[in-house]
């Protein structure tokens, strides 16, 4: 009996292994070579959800709150002789470095005869200086003086202040889902390709 019975289960064993090679073989290579048990659909699901709106629907939102945003950064106190328009301008030398008056009003997205008015009231104001362009000596740039650097600072810092003391009253979860947004959204604007608007006055 002892004999019969080993036979049979062996018998068994070797049927179940047979049953169970193809489903064995189906599996993924790597779930293998891992002590890992693979995800059920459920927590997949979780992990990576899927967008709840469509791309477009999600692009007009940014777009909305970057108008908002831009309105209440332009309401803020930036000092005297700061206007929005000259903080744009001392921005984009700051940061990219003396520019022509042609690639300035090209940047802002003006015609040339507003921003040489732009430039005369902050060359007057100190803000900006005229200098020989390197690069062509029949021409000159425009760069932002040391005045015009410190002015910038000054006035971006007293414009976001607002904005600052809102975020500071977050929670640390929040601030961190903020956080991750405005990176995000930093990489996705400096990967995109942007078509230049027409200028306007």
């Known amino acids: 009996m002892g004999k019969k019975s080993k036979g049979k ?10 049953a169970a090679s ?15 048990v ?11 959800p899927r967008p709840t ?20 950064l332009s309401r803020a106190d930036a000092g005297p002789g700061l206007t929005r328009a000259r903080l744009s301008a001392l921005g984009l030398l700051v940061m990219g470095g003396p520019r022509t008056l042609g690639e300035l009003a090209a940047a802002e997205h003006v015609r040339p005869p507003t921003m040489t008015r732009l430039v005369h009231a902050m060359e007057a104001d100190g803000l900006v200086a005229r200098e020989p362009n390197p ?3 029949r021409s000159v740039v425009i760069r932002a003086t040391p005045h015009g650097e410190a002015q910038l600072e000054q006035g971006r810092g007293r414009q976001i ?3 600052a003391g809102s975020i500071s009253e977050l929670g640390s979860a929040e601030r961190l889902q903020l956080e991750d947004a405005a ?19």
């Open 135 to 137: 690069a062509d000596g």
């Open 22 to 36: 193809p489903a064995i073989a189906a599996l993924p290579a790597a779930w293998g070579q891992s002590d890992r």
């Open 9 to 18: 289960d062996k018998g068994k064993k070797q049927d179940l292994r047979k």
């Open 53 to 72: 709106v469509g791309a477009s629907e999600l692009a007009a939102r940014l777009a909305g709150l970057s108008t908002v945003l831009q309105r209440h």
């Open 183 to 201: 990176d995000l959204l930093g990489r996705l604007l400096r990967s995109s390709a942007w078509e230049p608007a027409e200028p306007t006055e």
């Open 161 to 163: 202040a607002p904005l």
């Open 38 to 48: 693979p995800p059920s659909p459920s927590e997949s699901a979780v992990e990576r």
